[in-house]
């Protein structure tokens, strides 16, 4: 298992909105020279782009903590897959910390 590219690949996703881009688009060439099993590229390429989307939104309000960016984000309106991401052993899946 290559623990650390997938780290490094969502990480890069995240910060970098053209990698995001390429790795929904064009996912076998985004996803070249890294060292990942099968199983590990299928479930990178079934990421959404609205979850990337928003786990890079999720950062940046975290990150600048302004009074208009950090807010709580809606669990309504969240994919299911990053409610399980941004929940803490509190189970609370607001981003207040």
């Known amino acids: ?3 650390e590219a997938v780290e490094s ?3 890069k996703a995240i ?3 053209e990698f995001r881009k390429a790795l929904i688009v064009e996912p076998e060439k985004a996803l070249a020279g890294f060292d990942l099993t099968e ?3 299928a479930q990178l390429k079934g990421l959404e782009s609205e979850t990337l989307d ?5 950062l940046d309000m975290r990150v600048s903590r302004s009074s ?5 984000v809606d ?17 609370d899946p607001h981003v207040n910390s």
């Open 68 to 72: 208009f960016a950090f807010q709580a």
């Open 75 to 91: 669990p309504t309106r969240t994919p299911a897959k990053l409610q399980n991401l941004l929940r803490g052993a509190s189970g």
């Open 15 to 17: 910060l970098d909105a």
């Open 39 to 41: 199983t590990e590229k």
């Open 54 to 58: 928003l786990m890079s939104t999720t």
């Open 9 to 11: 690949i969502l990480g």
């Open 1 to 3: 298992m290559s623990k």
